[in-house]
Nanobody, 124 residues
Framework: QVQLVESGGGLVQAGGSLRLSCAAS????????MGWFRQAPGKEREFVAA????????YYADSMKGRFTISRDNAKNTLYLQMNTLKPEDTAVYYC?????????????????WGQGTQVTVSS
């Protein structure tokens, strides 16, 4: 099993930055691809970014591309999401997820494990 815990959320002004972290644990963590999703109140869960095991390949939703950067440090069992030029519409609960295979996935149903989420609020 894999356990994920997000952190780093908070309140920022529009145009500001935040870096989210996702600490992973579990004996089967090795070889997992990982991703970030977000969900605003009353809205569907939305794909943000994904990264393969080695970190050599990343993929972003169009609205995040150029502003967000996903990365991972496998030695520390940690996934990151650097968020720059934040907009009010970025306000949401952000979740990290892990898939039990080294293949990039963009649908929430393709991920096996999820964190509890961390709130990001961007003021106007």
């Amino acid at each position: 099993q894999v356990q994920l815990v997000e952190s780093g959320g908070g309140l920022v002004q529009a145009g500001g930055s935040l870096r989210l972290s996702c600490a992973a644990s579990g004996r089967t963590f090795s070889g997992y691809s990982m991703g970030w999703f977000r969900q605003a109140p009353g809205k569907e869960r939305e794909f943000v970014a994904a990264i393969n095991w080695s970190g050599g390949y990343t993929y972003y939703a169009d609205s995040m591309k150029g502003r967000f950067t996903i990365s991972r440090d496998n030695a520390k069992n940690t996934l990151y999401l650097q968020m720059n030029t934040l907009k009010p519409e970025d306000t949401a609960v952000y979740y990290c997820a892990a898939a039990a295979y080294d293949i990039i996935r963009t649908r929430s149903r393709d991920y096996n494990y999820w964190g509890q989420g961390t709130q990001v609020t961007v003021s106007s």
